[in-house]
Structures are given as C-alpha cells and as structure tokens.
C-alpha cells in the first residue's frame, strides 16, 4: 500500500511538474511574441515620422522647381533672349527677299538685298517647321560657320546609298545657314550688305544646283557640283571668321 502510495503520489506530482513546464513554454512563447509586437510596434511609430521628413523634402524641392521656373519664364519674356517659346512655333520671315520688298519696300527709292531666287522668289532647299532661334549677330556668325564646316564633312556620304540622307542633311543645314544669312545681311552696316549678299547668292545657288543632282542621284554631277559648293563654303567659314 506504501509503495502504491508512493506510486499515487508521484502520479500527482508528475502532472504537475508537466504542467510547470507547459506554463514555462507558454511564459517563453508570450515573451518572444511580445518583443516581437514591441520591435514591430517601434517600426511602425518611426515610419510616419519618415514619411513626414519625405513628404516635406520633396515638397520643398517642388517649391523651388516651380519658384525657379517662374523666374526663368519671367526673365525670358522679359529679355526676348528667343529660347523660351510659350506657344506655337514661330514661322521665320525672310526679309531680304523680293517679295517681302515688293510690300514693304515698294514706295522707297534705296536698293535693298535680295538672297531668293529671282525666279522662284524663294530656295527650293528650304525646309519647313523648324524653329530657328534667335541667338543674336555673333551668335548666327557663329553658326554660320559651323554649318558650313559640317557641310564640307559631307563629302564622305556622297554615295548612292545614302542620297536621301545626303540631301536631308544639306537642306537642313542650308535652312539655318539661309535665315542666318538674312539676318545678318540686316545688321551689318550698309557698305557690307551688298559684298554678304553677292557672297550668299553665289552660295544658295549652288547649293539649289547641288540638290537638283542629288535628286536624280547622278554621282558624277553631284561630285562637280560639289566641289563649287565646297568652296563657297570655305569662303563663308573665312568671311565669317
């Protein structure tokens, strides 16, 4: 009976001692999800005080792009510097052309110049739709002599198969070189008009005589009309030293 009591009471104390470390697994369990919940819990609090230092960074930095492109628009309207368009595309006028001077020019008595065709009243080169922007006298001398020298590169696509390039290149080229051409024919002094004139006369022509040969893609004409323009070309460059 002792030892059946000794057995009976190590039955109740075995259930207790599992019921012990049962209680101590649930106690481990609820502490580690509850320092999980607490590091969740802080990731959370810091995260709006993220977000609030983002959200006004990037709010300033909008304000300052906007305040600056007021600023930039303001000050382009006001110099007229030709960069900022606030609309469409402005279409260029040709001054120094014979049906521009027919209308304005037809009741004075001084001779003004004349870079169009005398037959067409125009360039047959001339390319539409581009914005051809204002950058001032020495700005277009500039470019005039830029796009001369990159014409005279175009020598080494003269090659049937790449005629059609060949041609968009050099209208596009002779396009700018054109209303440059008459805007500066209008701002030098008048003793340097006619000599601009003569020189952008001989130029235009050829370039016309040029894409004529480039249109029927005759290789051999091409290369003689060519080496005309190439040298106009170089006279340009050094006139617009």
Same mark, same amino acid.
């Given at each position: 009976?002792?030892?059946?009591?000794?057995?009976?009471?190590?039955?109740?104390?075995? +259930?207790?001692? =599992? *019921?012990?470390?049962?209680?101590?697994?649930?106690?481990?369990?609820?502490?580690?999800?509850?320092?999980?919940?607490?590091?969740?819990?802080?990731?959370?609090?810091?995260?709006?005080?993220? &977000?609030?230092?983002?959200?006004?960074?990037?709010?300033?930095?909008?304000? &300052?792009?906007?305040? $600056?492109?007021?600023?930039?628009?303001?000050?382009?309207?006001?110099?007229?510097?030709?960069?900022?368009?606030?609309?469409?595309?402005?279409? +260029?006028?040709?001054? $120094?052309?014979?049906?521009?001077?027919?209308?304005?020019?037809?009741?004075?008595?001084?001779?003004?110049?004349?870079?169009?065709? !005398?037959?067409?009243?125009?360039?047959? =080169?001339?390319?539409?739709?581009?914005?051809?922007?204002?950058?001032?006298? !020495?700005?277009? #001398?500039? *470019?005039?002599?830029?796009?001369?020298?990159?014409?005279?590169?175009?020598?080494?696509?003269?090659? !049937?198969?790449?005629?059609?390039?060949? *041609?968009?290149?050099?209208?596009?080229?002779?396009? =700018?070189?054109?209303?440059? =051409?008459?805007?500066?024919?209008?701002?030098?002094?008048?003793?340097?008009?006619?000599?601009?004139?003569?020189?952008?006369?001989?130029?235009?022509?050829?370039?016309? !005589?040029?894409?004529?040969?480039?249109?029927?893609?005759?290789?051999?004409?091409?290369?003689?009309?060519?080496?005309?323009?190439?040298?106009?070309?170089?006279?340009?460059?050094?006139? #617009?030293?």
């Amino acid at each position: 009976m002792a030892q059946l009591a000794n057995l009976h009471g190590a039955s109740e104390t075995l +259930p207790s001692i =599992f *019921r012990l470390q049962g209680d101590l697994r649930r106690t481990r369990k609820r502490v580690t999800i509850i320092g999980f919940l607490s590091k969740k819990t802080e990731q959370i609090q810091d995260q709006p005080f993220q &977000a609030t230092r983002r959200s006004a960074a990037i709010g300033l930095a909008s304000i &300052a792009i906007v305040g $600056n492109s007021g600023i930039g628009t303001a000050l382009a309207e006001d110099n007229g510097n030709g960069w900022w368009l606030d609309g469409p595309l402005p279409v +260029p006028t040709i001054v $120094n052309s014979s049906a521009y001077n027919s209308i304005i020019f037809a009741a004075t008595l001084f001779m003004v110049a004349d870079i169009a065709n !005398k037959e067409t009243g125009t360039r047959s =080169f001339l390319k539409k739709g581009l914005y051809i922007a204002n950058v001032g006298t !020495k700005g277009r #001398m500039l *470019r005039l002599k830029k796009y001369a020298f990159d014409l005279i590169a175009l020598e080494d696509l003269m090659d !049937k198969d790449a005629w059609n390039y060949f *041609r968009k290149y050099l209208r596009l080229k002779s396009t =700018f070189m054109y209303y440059d =051409f008459d805007e500066l024919i209008s701002a030098v002094p008048v003793d340097e008009k006619q000599p601009l004139t003569d020189l952008a006369n001989r130029f235009f022509d050829s370039v016309e !005589k040029l894409e004529d040969a480039v249109k029927i893609r005759d290789i051999s004409q091409t290369e003689s009309c060519y080496k005309d323009t190439k040298v106009l070309l170089q006279e340009v460059m050094d006139r #617009m030293a």
